[in-house]
């Protein structure tokens, strides 16, 4: 995989899964734009792998203007973009019951607002010059099935999902945007996107270890798999070749 013309901004950077995709996308060449509310994503990038092919920004997705700050930022250190992965997740485990208006508020905010505006910030900076445009969403088995004290998480999951088969309607809406995202958010029957038009794909990964993803079960639905690696990523993350 040669993603060496793609410059990718990804969120969630500092540890765990947008981690291990940031190191995976550098790996194969990408110019990578590490994102995150923890300082720590600044240490990354003295990882050999991202030695001259990453920056790295802190801001908290909570934050109203965090998307268009970051996006124009991003474009100002990189020249552009043509990748987004919004991988930045929180999580609480609380009871329905428990939940407080803040803590759902925050959850909101980052699960669903922060790749919203992202995605709306990456839609309005493609240009004619830029081929095969491609979001990535993060999603989860959460939105799927029903774990205890998770409620408010699922919530938000379950809205991310749906985001790309909605992109069509949303991001492709405008005359400057149909040109670049002219099919986004159409799929199969089995999920796979239509690769006539620009990539907006969910991915559910299953239960989570280390930098990696290791889960061999199903979705709930014929012919939707969980993600098993950061591997099996690979056939999304190549945007569109």
Not at 40 to 68: Q, T
Not at 153 to 160: E, I, P, V
């Amino acid at each position: 995989m040669d993603l060496s013309d793609r410059r990718i901004l990804l969120t969630g950077a500092a540890q765990g899964l947008g981690l291990g995709i940031s190191r995976r996308l550098a790996r194969a060449g990408a110019r990578i734009v590490l994102v995150d509310c923890d300082p720590v994503v600044k240490d990354h990038l003295a990882d050999p792998v991202f030695a001259g092919s990453a920056i790295a920004l802190v801001r908290d997705l909570v934050e109203p203007d965090a998307a268009r700050d970051l996006v124009r930022t991003a474009i100002e250190k990189v020249g552009w973009l043509n990748g987004l992965v919004n991988c930045a997740a929180w999580s609480l485990h609380k009871a329905l019951a428990e939940t407080t208006i803040q803590e759902f508020d925050r959850l909101v905010a980052i699960n669903q607002r922060a790749p919203f505006f992202l995605s709306q910030e990456f839609a309005k900076a493609v240009c004619d010059t830029i081929l095969d445009p491609c979001i990535v969403n993060i999603a989860s088995v959460n939105a799927s099935i029903g774990n205890a004290n998770l409620t408010g998480y699922a919530s938000t999951k379950g809205g991310a999902r749906r985001y790309g088969p909605s992109y069509g309607g949303g991001v492709g809406a405008s005359d400057k945007s149909r040109n670049h995202f002219p099919r986004c958010g159409s799929h199969h029957e089995h999920g796979e996107f239509d690769r006539r038009g620009a990539n907006c794909r969910p991915q559910t990964p299953g239960a989570l270890s280390g930098e990696a993803l290791h889960y061999g079960g199903r979705d709930s639905r014929p012919g939707r798999l969980f993600v098993r690696s950061v591997s099996d990523l690979d056939h999304w993350l190549q945007l569109g070749h």
